[in-house]
């Protein structure tokens, strides 16, 4: 137990289907993260939050929208994905953004776009 | 460009030592974290190095020299809980992790 949790564990959606993932950070910190995780690749970092300001964004489609309402919470609302958007997509969190800080995962949501 | 290159996959045998290593090239070094994940949960954090020498933590011990970009992950007497895929992230000038695609551990009886 990270102290990050993340909501749907398991998510099968069509392409035409919106929803949301959720992340809920009980650390008291103040950057969040979203990752994509495929198999056999490197963490993709998405979007970054600080202070619940977005201060990343790394060319992520748009068919992914994040939403950081405080510095506990945060969303991933999804639309018109594609089969190749299928993958483990992990929120993190850390004391702020930068120096020796630790980010601390949630378990995921393993996603699948039919 | 920046890369982070770590083998893909090892295997070890219960109660033996098993080595695994990092090497990077990344714009500017802040810092470089392992994390391990076991199939279908969260990376957890193990170490952190900043500066160059051995950070050692009960039965896992992190090594770094700076001017070879280089790192390893030392895990001593093995275990079958060990089995898991271990990550090397370097944070760069930037303060982003920059991460390595993982080695995934198969620790044999």
């Known amino acids: 137990e990270t102290g990050v949790t993340q909501t749907p564990r398991h998510l099968v959606m069509g392409m035409t289907n919106k929803k949301s993932l959720k992340c809920e950070q009980h650390?008291?910190?103040?950057?969040m993260y979203w990752y994509k995780q495929s198999a056999k690749k490197p963490l993709e970092l998405m979007f970054v939050?600080?202070?619940?300001?977005?201060?990343e964004n790394n060319s992520v489609p748009s068919r992914f929208s994040p939403e950081c309402p405080n510095s506990s919470h945060l969303f991933l609302h999804l639309h018109t994905l594609q089969p190749e958007d299928s993958a483990l997509y992990l929120c993190?969190?850390?004391?702020?953004?930068?120096?020796?800080?630790?980010?601390?995962f949630g378990p995921g949501t393993r996603l699948t776009v039919l | 460009g920046q890369n982070i290159d770590q083998p893909t996959e090892m295997t070890a045998t219960e109660g033996a030592i098993v080595q695994i290593n990092c090497t990077y090239q990344?714009?500017?070094?802040?810092?470089l974290f392992w994390y391990q994940q076991h199939a279908g949960e969260a990376p957890t954090f193990l170490s952190y190095?900043?500066l160059d020498g051995l950070e050692e933590k009960g039965r896992f011990s992190s090594f770094l020299s700076r001017s070879k970009g280089y790192s390893y992950l030392l895990l001593k007497e093995l275990q079958m809980k060990d089995s898991a895929s271990y990550l090397c992230a370097v944070r760069d000038s930037n303060y982003q992790l920059i991460w390595g695609a993982g080695t995934k551990l198969i620790i044999k009886p």
């Open positions: 650390l008291g910190h103040n950057a």
């Open positions: 939050y600080n202070f619940k300001e977005q201060t």
């Open positions: 990344t714009s500017g070094f802040n810092g």
């Open positions: 993190a969190s850390s004391q702020d953004r930068g120096g020796s800080d630790t980010q601390y």
């Open positions: 190095n900043v």
